[in-house]
């Protein structure tokens, strides 16, 4: 998958797509992350990407032109899946993650200061959001996407079950989980877990998950069928 990342501050995200699992991804040939930073396409004199509001306002909303000129020389025939990263946005779920997985190309835009011109927006497929909060760009919304979507894609992943019995998979917190030593100042691993009985350990995994959830998340209890 190719993903195209439109922004203001490219820098941003070396650290997190050239790192670990991104990083492996990347050198297979599996992701091809690619920056391009808004700024370059202004036409103004001093690279202006941002201007006051009509009808007034608080902060500055960045401006259309850098980011159709970006539009037209990244993705001119829109090929690629536009997403703009925004606090209005559908909120990112595992569900959505896994279908945004399945694109062959994704382009992402993401936000500045205090929002983005509403023409630029109009020409995106979709608006993401991850969560009922707002930060200071859309940025970090952005990493946020690319790596919960990779790993629903195939080869991203060590192991192709890592991501079946995480959080979230089946609609429940994940059981709660343990390694060597099997006692460490004085707590134990439970015993279930070192029976070696397969069928008491999927129990167990199953209630603690359902344990886990009605104490920290009974809102998602709720919604299970």
Known sequence: ???????????MFEGVLYSSIMKRANEKGILEFVLHNIRDYSESKHKNTDDYPFGGGAGMVMMPQPIFSCLDAVDKDHTAYRIAL???????????AKE????????????HYEGIDERALSVMDREVSIGDYVLTGGELPAMVLIDCLSRFIYGVLGSEDSNKDESFSYGLLEYPQYTRPAEFR??????????????????WRRNMALEETRKRRPDLLEKLK
């Open 1 to 11: 998958m190719k993903i195209d990342i439109l922004t203001l501050f490219p820098e």
């Open 86 to 96: 925004t606090p209005r946005g559908d909120v990112l779920t595992p569900d959505l």
């Open 100 to 111: 945004l997985s399945q694109k062959d190309s994704l382009l992402l835009l993401c936000g």
């Open 186 to 203: 004085g707590m134990k691993v439970p015993d279930v877990l070192l029976s070696g009985n397969h069928a008491n350990i999927e129990k």
